[in-house]
């Protein structure tokens, strides 16, 4: 869903993965996950031995294995909001129409991060710091 949202064909989308085993990976906009399991599987194996997925005919990296920690991949100064169960529960509808116009006036970027694992939950630590 994310990245055929509005926001990832405007380009104002980046996604990274980071896996249980603390590998953290960066999904170029324009990338097509496999809807078979066997295919996504092989894909993520071949990702993590050659460290970057690049697509045969343009040369375009698709995937790759980055080096940590995160904010050091953000814009200086981005807000970044964790999502958790076990947070303060906000209406998505009014955090968007808080966060819009601060976007639009140049404020500072932002950052979402959310818990997509089958068991556990995001903590403090895998959220990234803003920069200074």
């Known amino acids: 869903a994310l990245l055929d949202s509005p926001l990832n064909k ?8 980071r896996t249980c085993q603390n590998v953290l990976i960066e999904l170029h906009p324009s990338i097509r996950i496999p809807r078979i399991y066997k295919q996504f599987a092989g894909l993520m194996v071949q990702l ?5 997925i690049k ?18 991949h953000l814009p200086v100064g981005t807000h970044v909001y964790g999502m958790s169960c076990q947070g303060t ?3 998505p509808l009014g955090l968007a129409k808080a966060l ?7 404020e500072k970027p ?9 068991s556990g939950h995001v903590t403090v630590e895998v959220i990234p710091t803003s920069r200074k």
């Open 10 to 17: 405007s380009g104002h989308l980046q996604i990274y993965i």
């Open 48 to 52: 993590l031995h050659k460290m970057k």
């Open 55 to 72: 697509a045969s005919e343009n040369g375009t990296t698709f995937m790759k294995v980055i080096k940590k920690p995160m904010s050091q």
């Open 89 to 91: 529960m906000y209406s």
């Open 100 to 106: 819009v116009p601060l976007i639009r006036m140049g």
């Open 110 to 118: 932002v950052c979402f991060v959310i818990g997509a694992m089958s």
